[in-house]
Every structure is written in C-alpha cells, then in structure tokens.
C-alpha cells in the first residue's frame, strides 16, 4: 500500500514536470543535459513530441535520488553564499544557461565566480552506481577508459562556455562531482580544457545535421546512421522507442 503510494506521487509528479517542460521549453531547441544522446532523440526533443515511452517506477525511483541529493547541494550552496560576507564571489546553483546562437539551453547545477581572480568554477553533480564508479576511480581505470562515456563531460564543458560567456572572459575550471549512491562516497574531477572545444564542435555538427534533415529524422530507423544510437542501450531507456521504432 505505502509503496504503491510513493510510486504514483512519483507518477503523477513525472507527468506534471513532463508538463511543465513541454510548456517552457522552446520548439527546436535542445538541452544541454542530453550531449551524446542518440541523435534521434535529439530531433524529436527539439519538436516537442510527447513522449510514448515514460519512465517505468524504479527508474523514476532511482532517479528521485539524484533529485534529493541536488537539493541538497543546491542548498549547501545556498549556505555558502549566504555565510561570505564579502562580495568577491558570486555563487550560482539551479541557474538557466542559454547558448543562443546553437538553439541550446539548460539548468547549470553549481558554480563559483571569482571576480578577484576572475576564475569561474563550474561544477555538475552526477549519482552513479558502483559498477560505473568503479569504472571511473577503480585501480583499473586506465584499462576501463574505452568503456567509460564522456557524456558528463561534454555537458559540463557546455555548461561551462554558456555561463563564461555571461562574464569577461574569465579562467574555466570546470568539474564533475561523483556521488556513489551504493556506498556515498563523493570524487571531484576536473575537465580538461580542450573538452570546451570538442563539446561545440560537437553541438555545431548536430544542430547542422537537425536543420538539414529536418522531419526526414522520422525516416531513420535505429542503426541505419552512425549516432542513431551512439550506444545499443540506449533505446531500452528512450522515452521515444516506440515512436521511434515505428518511424512515426
């Protein structure tokens, strides 16, 4: 009974917020949040389709934890910024970034501006299980690189470009905090430079590759093109599959 309760509060509040983003977000504009997603999905992101695919109730399960440890950072942020009495630094959390000129837009997680040193800090927060922590920070991470996706990093890298560009052209530290939910363990990494590049480059060629095929996306069937998808995976978890698989 109870836990029936909970999985139609998390229903019914995945329904409102799938609501809420249909309502705010821009027709053929993408989220940052989704960099390396099959490029299928990107397409029928930017249309506003509605989705044929919700989350089942343990992904929406795992998915509130991220929700609840967010929180909390958002809040420990919060508590910095209102315990610096100084104004040399700007704190931001739960920010709205926009890339306007490549139809991007996001919800940056955390970040520390500088205005002494004119250094930006910017941090995105991601809860993983054990296997892919292991993966990451296990004593064979350096045979496991092939294995790991550098998805977080292209979307932190984004988020990055988007806020620098608000400032004046201050030093970027972006960074990824890893939150192991089996064992709460935490692991900050920094990204490199060259990922900043590498993540435009990577937007440009997908905005081209929307704008030039258009509803044509609906023709492509999983597979037939490099990207659709990047990884097998992928479609067990699309909020699109049958859509997609349809080819409607």
Known sequence: ????????????NNKQQGLKRLKTKQKGWLSISSAGSCNKKQYYSTTREQETNPPTED???????GTIL?????????????????NDK???????????????????????YDRV???????????????????????DKAKN?????????MQIATYAIALSNK???????????????DTSKIKTTNVPLYVLDD???YWEDLVDLIDELGDDFKDVSPDSMIGVPYSSWECNYCQYKDKCHNLS
Request: proline share 4%; no cysteine; hydrophobic share 35%.
């Open 59 to 65: 992904s929406l399960a795992k998915m509130q934890l």
């Open 199 to 201: 993540a435009m480059a």
């Open 1 to 12: 009974m109870f836990k029936d309760i909970y999985y139609n509060y998390l229903i019914d």
């Open 145 to 153: 690189k092939n294995k790991v996706s550098n998805n977080y990093e």
């Open 117 to 139: 040193l004119n250094e930006l800090y910017v941090a995105d927060l991601k809860s993983i299980g054990s296997y892919p922590y292991k993966l990451r920070f296990g004593r």
């Open 90 to 112: 700007q704190y931001y959390y739960e920010y709205p970034v926009k890339i306007e000129e490549l139809r991007l837009e996001g919800t940056l997680d955390m970040a520390i």
């Open 167 to 181: 400032l004046e052209e201050p030093n970027v530290f972006p960074q990824l905090i890893f939150y192991n939910k």
């Open 70 to 86: 967010h929180s909390d950072f958002e809040k420990a942020m919060k508590h910095q910024s209102d315990m610096n009495n100084s």
